[in-house]
């Protein structure tokens, strides 16, 4: 039994389908791309990921809430406990919501906090089910309505970058080794990897134009939406890399790093949103599990001359990096600062630093 009263709400997808159920968040509606996500941990991570911008977030874990929502305490000019200052998903369904909630570091109950974040939340929706039919039919538009109807909207024709990037530069850390980061809506355990190593990181705008700056590394961040709309940076892309700078790229970095290089991207048809997702290292028998959340893929076929796939998803073949046969430039679509799941890949940021060390050499 539920202590409170909670009011009925609608989620409807593209296809006309409807789910009836609870609303545990801001009562407003609300309207995006409909994606699943398979962890049964990390929802305050999940919904502060600027990667979510635009998009309902179905949880396929059947109880949500148990451990409430962390304290926002400050560390290294960050939310300690949070990718960013805030949620960017447009919506949250879950199956069951648990109000009571129990943790060390928990502040306030999830529903408070999508309430204060003005997000709204169902409950009470087969989310297995509703995952099925985004497994069968693709990701598609859905809203939530309460009394009254709105549109569908495709967040795709948005610049969604634009919406979460910063818009003035910010410094990090005051190591030896400067890393320029291009802030296409980065995560902040991506900049507390980065500051372990003796490290300033100078994180600027998605669309800055750093080529007059000198700086040791180049780091092109994950980010939501469709690559195709942050062509500014991948101007900027084509110039760094004909120079000799290190240069790593996760997710939409790494789709942008392809498209600078002359590659293509297309959509995939439900994205890879999970844990646990196997890559293997091309032209070796190593194998890592990953942490993914992406919707666009780079097609591994149109990869140019000079450069060479660095990974693959060994559940369905598509590609997961991609690195020059000679320069020190490399990306990958899955995250290896991911720290929900497995941190098998954590080791590509010593390779990152590794590179700026012998390139100053």
Aim: hydrophobic share 35%; glycine share 8%; charged share 20%.
């Amino acid at each position: 039994m539920k202590d409170k009263n909670y009011r009925k709400a609608t989620l409807v997808l593209e296809d006309g389908m409807s789910f009836s159920g609870w609303s545990f968040g801001y009562e407003a509606a609300t309207s995006g791309e409909i994606v699943f996500n398979t962890a049964m941990t990390g929802y305050p991570e999940s919904l502060t990921d600027p990667s979510y911008c635009g998009q309902i977030i179905v949880l396929t874990y059947p109880s949500i809430g148990n451990y409430g929502v962390p304290a926002k305490t400050m560390e290294d000019g960050m939310y300690r406990f949070f990718e960013s200052d805030r949620i960017h998903a447009s919506g949250l369904i879950i199956a069951d919501y648990s109000e009571k909630f129990n943790h060390w570091n928990a502040q306030q109950s999830l529903g408070d906090w999508l309430i204060a974040e003005k997000v709204p939340g169902l409950f009470g929706i087969d989310t297995r089910m509703l995952t099925k039919i985004i497994r069968e039919k693709g990701t598609m538009l859905a809203k939530i309505i309460f009394d009254d109807d709105i549109s569908l909207n495709d967040p795709s024709l948005l610049n969604l970058v634009d919406q979460v990037s910063i818009k003035e530069k910010i410094v990090y850390g005051t190591g030896r080794n400067k890393i320029m980061l291009v802030d296409c809506g980065v995560k902040s355990n991506i900049i507390r990897y980065l500051l372990r190593y003796d490290t300033t990181v100078v994180r600027v705008p998605w669309n800055y134009d750093y080529s007059q700056e000198e700086y040791d590394g180049l780091f092109i961040s994950n980010g939501p939406g469709d690559p195709v709309q942050c062509m500014t940076a991948v101007n900027h892309l084509q110039q760094s890399i004909q120079g000799n700078h290190p240069i790593f790229g996760i997710c939409l970095g790494h789709q942008l790093l392809s498209l600078a290089t002359g590659a293509e991207t297309y959509k995939l048809k439900f994205g890879h949103r999970s844990h646990n997702q196997p890559v293997l290292e091309v032209g070796t028998n190593k194998a890592w599990l990953t942490s993914q959340n992406h919707g666009y893929a780079v097609k591994t076929e149109s990869i140019p001359d000079g450069w060479l796939p660095y990974f693959v998803n060994l559940n369905d073949q598509s590609n997961e990096g991609i690195k020059h046969v000679k320069k020190p430039f490399f990306s990958t679509q899955f995250h290896p600062e991911a720290s929900s799941g497995p941190t098998d890949t954590a080791f590509l940021f010593t390779h990152f630093i590794n590179a700026i060390e012998a390139w100053k050499k």
